[in-house]
């Protein structure tokens, strides 16, 4: 999965409940990507950024959190605003902000609310 | 919403034969972008098709781009049991932060041995 770390796989939460679900690269990569996944769906971005302190609402941001303190690290906090966060959330990388760059994937975790 | 839309939604085939898979969208873009996902797994990048281009290769894969019809096709040669998996389209649309990517929902393949 490219050097992309993505943890826990499997994540547990009760309704009312934060959680943040963690994403590192070692491929000293600029831009960095959270995606959501539903069953049978395409992807949909959460947040994106291009570059260190400094991040950008993707399509579906309502209920979600992000920080970008390193090049390395971008985590996603899942709030208790969710409405509805059981899905597969995915994590990508991408070499800088041009646009002929493919995105590198972890390999996702799995978030179910109980 | 979802800039790319796959035809078909599930495809399913037997060994060695070809399997073609399609993929419109709305918007000019600066690439298209093809990516396949086993079930459960991250996303694993394939190949890259820029605007200007009109078709590009990478093994037994072919991408072709016609954007006077938005439409992109990704056809896998000679498939095998190993290529089961689900085919995603992406795009990445003009005058959108480079890198935002919007994605198809994805075509299922099967291969049957």
């Known amino acids: 999965d490219g050097g992309i770390t993505q943890s826990p796989k499997y994540l547990f939460r009760k309704e009312g409940q934060n959680v943040t679900l963690s994403c590192e690269q070692n491929?000293?990569?600029?831009?960095m990507y959270w995606y959501r996944q539903d069953p049978g769906q395409g992807l949909r971005l959460i947040y994106y950024s291009q570059i260190v302190n400094d991040f950008q609402k993707g399509d579906i941001a309502e209920g979600y959190s992000v920080s970008r303190e390193k090049k390395e690290s971008f985590p996603l906090t899942v709030t208790s605003a969710q409405k509805n966060p059981t899905a597969f959330y995915l994590c990508a990388s991408q070499m800088d902000r041009s646009s002929y760059n493919e995105q590198f994937f972890g390999p996702g975790t799995r978030l179910t609310v109980l | 919403s979802q800039q790319g839309e796959e035809d078909p939604q599930a495809l399913s085939i037997q060994e060695g034969e070809n399997a073609t898979m399609n993929c419109s969208y709305k918007t000019s873009i600066n690439n298209l972008q093809w990516y396949r996902q086993n079930s459960g797994r991250g996303l694993v990048h394939l190949i890259l098709i820029r605007s200007n281009e009109r078709e590009k290769h990478s093994g037994r894969l072919r991408v072709t781009l016609d954007t006077s019809k938005k439409s992109s096709s990704l056809l896998i040669t000679a498939s095998r049991a190993a290529d089961t998996a689900s085919y995603f389209c992406a795009t990445d649309a003009r005058g959108t932060s480079y890198g935002k990517l919007t994605f198809g929902q994805g075509t299922i393949l099967t291969v049957h041995p």
């Open positions: 491929l000293n990569h600029d831009a």
